[in-house]
């Protein structure tokens, strides 16, 4: 689909994000409306490009690397991110993903059960298994500086446990 200038973002629409390193991509799969809201959830595509691919089709079939809430209507009022393109979301991504959470003690470590979240309900698991930390996110909204940090150091959502 041909780039945009659009600025207000809608469902499937592709975002770029400026890397020191690169440019980096991510789709705006769902939106988090209901309290508490927390807003765009973008699944972020591997890679990082020295300039913007003229197809997205490629991109966006492979896994996502990470998936995280973003301020995306900020980011991209501010010039922070760009909308590039609005493509359909691939089935891998449809879904609306189980996210993690827990409790932190005074000295920020992991305290507790593990708390489950489906955009809806919320449950306790005790234990996790290694795919489970791989697939499920940790639940938080991220500002631009931790997403750009976060994409350069290859991040995934089995290492934040």
Known sequence: ???TSRVRS???DVIEIPTPKGLAYAQFT???DTPPR???LLRVLPGLFPQRPSDFSE???QPPVFTTFFPLGAACNR???RIVASEPIPSHSASFPVFRNWHRDRNGKRAGPWFLWDGLREWRAERLSPEQLREYPPLG???DNLLVERI???WRHEHDV
């Open 141 to 143: 909204v991220w500002n």
């Open 1 to 3: 689909m041909p780039a």
């Open 79 to 81: 010039g922070i991110v």
């Open 30 to 32: 769902h939106k988090h």
């Open 59 to 61: 991109l966006l079939s």
């Open 38 to 40: 927390y807003g765009s």
């Open 10 to 12: 809608r469902i499937g």
């Open 152 to 154: 350069l150091a290859g």
